[in-house]
Nanobody
Framework: QVQLVESGGGLVQAGGSLRLACAAS????????MGWYRQAPGKQLEFVAT???????NYAETVKGRFTISRDNAKNTVYLQMDSLKPEDTAVYSC???????????????WGQGTQVTVSS
């Protein structure tokens, strides 16, 4: 099985910064794209950012210029540096990863359990 574990959430004042990390572990042959999503109370799951194994990135318009996604392929870990945080960034942030458990298996999507980010005004 493949497990994703997030860390780095917490409470921060508006204008502050947080850095989230998500490490993939378990029976992994390769990890392809990794990404971050968020869900605020009463709202639907929202895309935040993704990064391919080659380092190409994509961001939601709402976070572009404030958030930076990066990854360490050797550690199967993805990061989300969040700067200039706003109260509307408050949500549970979850990471996902497209990974293969074996060379012959099809890639599957795995999700972490989520970490709470709260931005106070």
């Amino acid at each position: 099985q493949v497990q994703l574990v997030e860390s780095g959430g917490g409470l921060v004042q508006a204008g502050g910064s947080l850095r989230l990390a998500c490490a993939a572990s378990g029976n992994i042959f390769s990890v392809n794209a990794m990404g971050w999503y968020r869900q605020a109370p009463g709202k639907q799951l929202e895309f935040v950012a993704t990064i391919t194994s080659g380092g190409s990135t994509n961001y939601a318009e709402t976070v572009k210029g404030r958030f930076t996604i990066s990854r360490d392929n050797a550690k199967n870990t993805v990061y989300l540096q969040m700067d200039s945080l706003k109260p509307e960034d408050t949500a549970v942030y979850s990471c996902n990863s497209q990974a293969k458990r074996y060379s012959y298996s099809s890639p599957m999507i795995y999700w972490g359990q989520g970490t709470q980010v709260t931005v106070s005004s």
